[in-house]
C-alpha cells in the first residue's frame, strides 16, 4: 500500500474533519482502499477494517507508533510504543459465508460486525442497549433443539458466549495492550484503536502541512499546489530559509 502525497492527505484531512469518528474511519479506509467503492468499506469487518487500517498507518508513518496513556492507579501519563507489525494481517475484503456456533443444542448463524453497525450504535443511550441492538443486527438465524427462536431469546450466559465467539473470528477487532506504570507499578490493559489513533496522526500532519502552506506562500508567493507538490525535504529546506 503507497503512502498518501502531502496533498491527498490534506484532502483526506478535510473530508473527514468534524465528522464521526467511524464515518473518518472510513475516510480513512478509503485512502487505503481507493479501488474498493463505498458500500464495500462500510461492509468490511472491524477486524478487516483496521488491518487495512494498519497497513496504510504503516505506508504513511512506518511501523512505530508512540501513543500515550493515564495510569488508573497514580493518575501518571506514560508513553508507550508499539510496533504495529505485531498485528498486520491480510484483511479478507469478502468474508463469503456466514458464520456459525453450536452449542449445547443452540445453534446460531452470523455474521461479523461492521462500520455500519458501529454507526447505528451511536445513539444507544448505554451499553447493554447497544449489545442488544449489534445482537439484533448480526444475528442471522438462531435455533434451539432443532427449532428456530427469536435472538431476544438468548440468554445471557449464551449473548456472551455469542460476543466471545465473534471476538475469536475477528481477533483484530479489539487489539489490547498490557501496559505497566513505571511509577507505581501498576498493570492494566487498554484497548488499541487504530482508526481514532491513526485520524489523530492524520489530523496534526495535515495542520502542520497547512501551516508550511501559509509560511512558504506568504514568503514566496507560491501556490498550495505548487508548494504541496514539494517533497517534503525541499519544503523543509525553503522553510529554514524563512526563519
Known sequence: MRALSASEMISTWERGSGRHAVDQALVLLSAACPSLAPEQLASLAIGDRDACLLRLRESIFGPTATGTARCPQCSEDLEFTVQTTDWVADPELDRGAPYGLVQDGLALKFRLPDSTDLRALV?????????????????????????????????????????????????????????????????????????????????????????????????????????????????????????
Not at 435472538?151 to 455469542?162: P, V
Not at 491513526?198 to 514566496?220: M, Q, S
Open 123 to 243: 445513539a444507544c443511550p448505554n451499553v447493554a442497549v447497544a449489545r442488544r441492538l449489534l445482537q439484533d443486527r448480526c444475528v442471522l438465524e438462531v435455533s434451539r433443539d432443532g427449532m428456530g427462536i427469536a435472538c431476544e431469546a438468548l440468554s445471557e450466559q449464551e449473548a456472551a458466549q455469542l460476543a466471545s465467539h465473534m471476538a475469536q473470528c475477528d481477533p483484530l477487532a479489539g487489539i489490547a495492550l498490557d501496559l505497566e506504570c513505571a511509577v507505581c507499578g501498576h498493570d492494566w490493559s487498554i484497548a488499541f484503536d487504530i482508526a481514532s489513533f491513526l485520524w489523530h496522526e492524520i489530523d496534526a500532519c495535515a495542520k502542520r502541512l497547512l501551516g508550511e502552506v501559509h509560511t512558504l506562500a506568504r514568503f514566496y508567493g507560491w501556490s498550495e499546489t505548487d508548494i504541496l507538490a514539494l517533497s517534503s525535504a525541499r519544503r523543509n529546506y525553503y522553510l529554514e530559509l524563512t526563519s
